[in-house]
């Protein structure tokens, strides 16, 4: 049971990286790595970033 498990988190993980939709636990493990001082986003936060960088940058000028 715990392979599978373990299984359906990379999944979900390799899915997220390939369609390009954000991954807050991973957010998470990288801010706890690289960057232990600083503060951390909330999970909304975090999606409201990355909504405004997708968006608001210049890159996409659309939705679709």
């Known amino acids: 049971m715990r392979k599978i498990m ?3 988190k990379q ?3 390799s899915i997220k ?3 390009n939709i954000p991954d807050y636990e991973r957010y998470l493990k990288h ?4 960057h232990p001082g600083e503060k951390v986003l909330t999970e909304k936060e975090f999606y409201m ?3 405004k960088e997708r ?3 210049g890159k996409i000028n659309r939705c679709c």
């Open 6 to 8: 373990n299984f359906a």
């Open 11 to 13: 999944a979900k993980a």
């Open 17 to 19: 990286i390939i369609f």
């Open 31 to 34: 801010h706890q790595e690289y």
């Open 49 to 51: 970033a990355c909504l």
């Open 55 to 57: 968006y608001e940058s």
